[in-house]
């Protein structure tokens, strides 16, 4: 949610830190704020983005070579500058960027209020910050040992870079179920919530695990647990490049990774497909395939759009390894003592690896005894890190808050484990295998000839764009198609849409129906064809006007449609991948046409570290 970029060195700490925080805008965007130490510290702080604080710390001219900036989405305190991080301890000598919750805030609060301590602002990190303070004052001693102290006092979950004034030459960096990763420089080292801000200036990672504190200067860093113990610093080399995180020319991050789909698709299955297309082969599953073949159960949990791939999931695995699969949006899995035994696999979709409510179901399906499997984006995230096995996606870094590559990614990842565990059941046969190979390595292709519909997807979001309600409708494979419709144009063209099962229409969203609700219907041909058609006459019916996706060629359903958008014909496991495109295609334009933002719709994070 909120994001956080550190560094310490010899340069001007003040340009690397808002570059930074540019990069980590996606992840919670309602202030931000800096401090920098030259001598003194000094703490710039607004409502707003990004370029309003550039704006502001660029006119005072100040800079220094150490130094920590911050984005923040607010969960406690309306966002406004008093709120906006660093916070800033009583008696102005603990510095504090937070990512996450303190949740028992209120009675330390109250207990340092007592004491006569008071605040200024209404943030939770302002009363860690003032707890340090008063550890530090009361027990006369040094900012490690008032950090660590505060840090064995509070629960919740925090990243945190510490500066404490006292102390200028150091970053103390604190992570427990929020994300922080040091980039280790020459003469320099950064801190950030993740790589992104970090990979311009060095490939070389180490990411701090829950109860790490590491205390880092410029030439050193020092890593030890919030209970004192040392330990052994473990550098990774990372593998992002630069241009992958900029936009490469397009007004959008969300367009860019809308166009970037056949490469982000292809490098999914990448080295995975065996040379002759006769199957795949899934690394990060070896060990486990035999158990996830034998088993009786998946339950698969995630949020938002990973759901809706979640979703597509269960019917892949159901019809290819004839294994009963569950769906679960992981908050509501979490809170009810789910029944999860023994050999039950959960397979966690996230594309960043560390949506709050995902890992904690992860956590509490591995306490359970089951197996579990995470399909992740976002390499060396948390959930990849506490699952028994997993694949990445290769995606990427998708900035844009609505998902796009992620989503057909994620598809493409559960498509071929059902494939490879189906035909390691005996389910299918080897020469359905490799026709269901040869058809994936032809999606990228497929996806950048369905690209084309873009000029079509344009001229539709023209007439559209004003609407204030539209439904989605699709059947078996289409149905999550619908909803991951639905969801985009909400997300960010604040436009209120319904995803449905087409044939559920009549039990309900029928009533909708006028001239004024168009109705969007993925309708692409499968063995559910005739029945859609059947629907799509209930809605002409109605006067309702009916937006089809069709597979190219289609002549029954474009004479009943009032606008289609054609994408090619593929197998009915694969018609998401090709059918979703012209629908965020379709909110990606309604949304610049009402002149939304985009990449960072209101009210929206890229990643939900908050439960
Ligand atoms: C947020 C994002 C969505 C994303 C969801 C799950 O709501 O805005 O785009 O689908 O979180 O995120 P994850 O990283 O777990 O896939």
């Known amino acids: 949610m909120c994001g956080i970029v550190g560094y310490i060195g010899s340069k001007p700490a003040r340009e690397i830190i808002i570059n930074g925080l540019k990069r980590l805008e996606y992840r919670g965007y309602d202030s931000a704020g800096m401090a920098l130490v030259n001598g003194e510290a000094r703490i710039f702080k607004c409502k707003g983005r990004v370029k309003d604080l550039e704006e502001m710390v660029n006119n005072s001219n ?31 000598n603990f510095i504090v960027v937070h990512n996450g919750i303190i949740e028992n805030y209120a009675r330390i609060k109250s207990h340092l209020e007592s004491r006569g301590v008071k605040f200024s602002s209404q943030t939770d ?7 340090m303070e008063h550890l530090y004052l009361e027990g006369d001693l040094n900012a490690e040992q008032a950090i660590t102290l505060a840090l064995n006092r509070v629960e919740g979950a925090y990243g945190l870079v510490i500066i404490c004034k006292q102390e200028p ?173 023994k050999g039950d696999i959960v397979i966690a979709i996230s594309q960043s690896g560390e949506t709050a409510d995902t890992l904690a179901a992860v956590k509490l399906a591995k306490e359970k005894g089951a197996l579990v499997i995470g399909i992740c984006n976002v390499v060396g995230s948390s959930i990849p890190r506490e699952t028994d ?136 041909k499968d063995d559910t064809y005739e029945k859609i058609i059947s629907n799509i006459q209930e809605i002409k019916a109605r006067k309702g006007s009916v937006i089809a996706i069709v597979t190219e060629g289609d002549q029954i359903i474009s004479k009943l449609a009032d606008f289609v958008l054609e994408v090619p014909e593929t197998l009915p496991a694969f018609s998401p991948l090709l059918a979703v495109i012209p629908l965020q295609l379709l909110s990606y334009h309604i949304a610049v046409l009402r002149g939304c933002d985009v990449d960072q719709p209101r009210n929206l994070a890229k990643s939900v570290t908050v439960e």
């Open 169 to 341: 030459d150091k970053l103390f960096a604190a992570k427990k179920g929020r994300p922080l990763v040091i980039g280790v420089g020459d003469g320099e080292n950064f801190i950030a919530s993740d790589a992104t801000p970090i990979v311009e200036h060095t490939q070389r990672v180490i990411y701090l695990n829950d109860d790490d504190l590491a205390i880092i200067k410029k030439e050193e860093m020092v890593l030890k647990t919030i209970r004192a113990r040392k330990i052994e610093p473990e550098v990774k080399q990372i593998d992002l490049k630069i241009g992958e995180i900029d936009k490469e020319g397009f007004p959008h991050f969300m367009l860019k990774e809308i166009f970037e789909q056949p490469r982000a698709i292809h490098d999914t299955f990448r080295g995975r497909v065996l040379p002759d297309y006769s199957g795949v082969m899934l690394g990060g599953l070896h060990n486990v395939l035999e158990t996830i073949a034998a088993s009786e159960r998946i339950v698969i949990v995630a949020c938002g759009t990973s759901w809706h791939a979640g979703l597509l999931g269960e019917y892949l695995f159901e019809e290819y390894t004839r294994i009963p699969v569950e769906v679960e949006y992981a908050s509501e899995f979490r809170y009810r003592d789910p029944i999860i035994k």
């Open 62 to 92: 100040f800079d220094g070579t150490i130094g920590m900036g911050h984005t923040r989405w607010a969960t406690h305190g309306e966002p406004n500058e008093l709120n906006a991080h660093p916070q800033v301890s009583y008696k102005g």
């Open 125 to 131: 990190t302002e009363v860690l910050a003032n707890l």
């Open 389 to 524: 096995a997993g694949v990445y996606t290769h995606a990427g870094p998708e900035i844009g808050v609505a998902s796009t590559k992620a989503f057909t990614t994620q598809v493409t990842v559960l498509a071929m484990m059902a494939f490879e565990i189906g035909y390691l059941k005996g389910v299918i046969t080897p020469l359905l295998y490799k026709e269901l190979i040869t058809e994936l390595v032809s999606i990228p292709g497929k996806i950048e000839r369905t690209l084309q519909v873009n000029e079509k997807a344009l001229e539709l979001a023209q007439r559209v764009k004003d609407t204030h309600n539209a439904l989605y409708l699709g059947r078996g494979y289409l149905f999550p198609v619908a909803l991951e419709g639905a969801l985009k144009l909400k997300e960010i063209s604040y436009i209120h849409a319904e995803g449905y099962p087409a044939a559920e229409m009549k039990h309900g969203p029928i009533a909708l129906i006028d001239e004024n609700m168009p109705v969007v219907v993925v309708a692409v």
